[in-house]
């Protein structure tokens, strides 16, 4: 998918200081209408730098030194513990019926980098992140760096009202879940935090065979995996490594369930 153009226009090398960017942004509609979209106008009155900050890439602040900006790694490290705690707090309050290892296993499957990452395009975060021109001219923004926004997000709404922070999530989530294949706390995930290993289980205990992963490089997407089982495809899927595309064509078939419909095969 093709990155869109950033909205930020305006000549930073004119701007000294975080202060004097935080007036610029604060002029631009559309940046005004994404804060309203996902419920950050309180806080932004409250401290409008500490949120802009969480969108600040270390890649920017190299490349403006005279602004003597900070990064957002010290909100993302804050954003960390905070996240985890609520996401807890909701699985402990949605699933009372799983032990604290499936808890923790849960949690694990919904925060982490890939997750975090789609979840913070479907707020359109990596729109709205501030990078350097080398990291601005790819063709997306790199996962890493929207998860940890997404988490450095969260760390700057502890420092303004840690008590929002709970009710903005489910907010997100709605976002989320309107993107999403399948709803943010769907068990299903538990399957899918480990998809390759799931689906051999599955097809093994069906059909006493493996998955085959057939895996190819791909000049736009860096590699192509065709998933086979009993000579069939199932799925494919591209990834910017081979095991990401495998584990992406493990997933389709996880969420589509076709490998179940091998069984008219079997006698």
Not at 34 to 45: A, E, I, K, R
Not at 51 to 80: C, W
Not at 118 to 123: K, N, S, Y
Request: glycine content about 4%; overall charge negative; proline content about 3%.
């Amino acid at each position: 998918m093709k990155k869109d153009k950033s909205i930020y226009t305006f000549n930073f090398n004119e701007i000294t200081d975080l202060t004097q960017l935080c007036e610029k942004v604060k002029e631009l509609p559309q940046f005004n209408h994404w804060t309203d979209s996902l419920g950050l106008s309180p806080y932004l009155q409250k401290n409008f730098t500490l949120i802009l900050n969480a969108l600040i890439h270390t890649s920017f602040v190299h490349e403006q030194p005279q602004m003597n900006l900070v990064s957002y790694e010290r909100l993302e490290f804050l954003g960390d513990a905070f996240l985890d705690s609520e996401i807890s707090l909701m699985l402990w309050q949605q699933f009372p019926g799983l032990s604290e290892g499936q808890l923790s296993k849960f949690r694990s499957s919904l925060v982490n980098e890939e997750i975090l990452a789609d979840w913070g395009r479907a707020l359109k975060l990596d729109h709205y992140i501030f990078l350097g021109k080398g990291e601005a001219t790819r063709k997306s923004v790199e996962r890493a760096i929207i998860a940890d926004c997404f988490e450095a997000l969260i760390g700057a709404l502890a420092l303004i009202d840690r008590s929002a922070i709970y009710d903005l999530l489910r907010l997100w989530m709605e976002k989320f879940n309107e993107e999403s294949e399948l709803p943010y706390f769907s068990m299903k995930r538990l399957e899918l935090f480990d998809p390759k290993t799931q689906l051999q289980e599955y097809t093994l205990e069906l059909y006493k065979v493996v998955p085959n992963y057939h895996s190819e490089e791909d000049e736009k997407e860096g590699f192509l995996c065709r998933l086979t089982v009993l000579d069939k495809v199932l799925a494919e899927a591209t990834g910017k490594s081979k095991k990401r595309a495998e584990m992406a064509a493990a997933k389709k078939v996880l969420i589509k369930e076709n490998y179940k419909s091998l069984n008219h095969h079997q006698e």
